[in-house]
């Protein structure tokens, strides 16, 4: 049974409950899990990476186990033109689990169907990036009620986005209007997309009556070509929030640059650093998961 997570199409809602749960005992502290001392994961990033290494490496870490950090593969074989096959291949044998993050989508299928141990995609170029999702939806489910309707934006580069990728396809389970909003090259992929979505130019089209803004930044790493994009449409300040309800949930996976203006941070409605740190309990639930004894919640890849 291949127990890598690729894609959160690997999960449906009770799979999804069942992390939730299990994140949330471990907030908590209700769990005091330890995993046996000779668990050992690989970070194996080939992006840059401050949140998502971080709260994976503490989270096996805090969990007792350790933690090969490859963080930058410019001082490993991969500078001797090692393909990714290879790389993963060999890590397999000094390790349980391998997190991955790389430019090409696809790429953590390619290594999941090499590796040994499972491979948990922290992000393949424009793809997917399962756990940030997760960690978005477990945030969500902190401040909405998911058995009611909800009213999502997701604001930005919607093209490049490997966060809202897999965010909408995890909305899709459930009972969600989706708003997308941003500059027209920068749409959403057309296979995403649905009928019934509703698509804006600016975020003043739909603030007012939002329960979740998601915003995220351009992702100039992936153009092929430099590109002027405006990102003043959708720009939050504290005179668009003043627009929104009262119980608005506003989200970014970060970095930001400045599409959120730092003088939101001081809003209440604004959960960011809130996302940050849910971060590492998702990531921690995920190791347990795997590693715990019980149950994984999430179908084979
Ligand atoms: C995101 C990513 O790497 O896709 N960052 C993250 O993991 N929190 C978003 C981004 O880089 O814009």
Known sequence: MNHSLISVDQFDKEGLQQLFVLAGQLKRRELPVRLSSSVVSVNLFYEPST??????FSAM??????VIPINDVTFSSVSKGETLEDTVRVMSSYSDVIVL?????GSS????DMAGVPVINAGDGAGEHPTQALLDLYTINRHHDLNQRLRVALVGDLLHGRTVHSLLKLLRLYDVEVHLV???????PAELVRDGDYVHSSIDECISHMDVIYVTRVQKERFTEPHLVSTEPYRITPSVMAKARPDLTLM?????????DPAVDRDPRAVYFEQCENGMWIRQAVFVSLFGGGSVPWHSS
């Open 182 to 188: 941003g500059p027209p090259e920068l749409a959403m």
């Open 101 to 105: 993050r790389h430019p090409q989508v």
């Open 109 to 112: 299928r390619r290594a999941a």
């Open 61 to 66: 870490v805090k969990l007792g186990g350790s």
């Open 51 to 56: 949140r998502t290494s971080s709260s994976f």
């Open 252 to 260: 970014h996976p970060l970095p930001r640059v400045d599409e959120i």
